[in-house]
């Protein structure tokens, strides 16, 4: 199998919610492809979707109870700490819910979490290891 990642799929629990998070919350588009039922969003070489929680989870054939930690975050760098500041007021001043406020953390990085209206964990981290192209 080669190492790729072409599509994320969130189960979201109400998807117009939803869209309008990433929309107007995160100033993304979604793709023309998007329907009713599915939304796209083409993120730097692979796509982002959402779809309601009970149809993701009856295509996997599980419950859909979605309870507890879901292991997993999503992560968006930026390229310097203060960058980090600034998207997280600028997020906390729309309303998003912030889980751990900026700080230094043990890796070497600095980073916040957020979570979007289903709960799904988004870092918002400056990783000077990691340049951005």
Do not use: C
């Not at 790729?4 to 869209?19: A, D, E, F, M």
């Not at 993120?43 to 989870?57: D, H, K, M, R, Y």
């Not at 998003?96 to 900026?102: A, N």
């Amino acid at each position: 199998m080669e190492q790729r990642i072409t599509l994320i799929t969130l189960g979201v629990r109400n998807l117009q919610r939803s869209r309008e998070f990433y929309q107007q919350v995160f100033g993304w588009q979604p793709l023309e492809s998007s329907t009713e039922s599915i939304i796209f969003f083409q993120l730097n070489g692979i796509q982002l979707a959402l779809f309601p929680q009970e149809s993701l989870a009856d295509d996997a054939g599980l419950e859909a109870d979605g309870k507890g930690f879901k292991s997993f975050s999503l992560a968006h760098n930026v390229r310097s700490e203060q960058e980090v500041d600034e998207l997280i007021a600028e997020l906390e001043s729309k309303g998003v819910k912030v889980l751990k406020q900026p700080e230094k953390v043990f890796w070497g990085g600095y980073s916040s979490y957020i979570a979007d209206p289903d709960d799904n964990l988004w870092e918002i981290a400056y990783n000077p290891f990691l340049p951005l192209h």
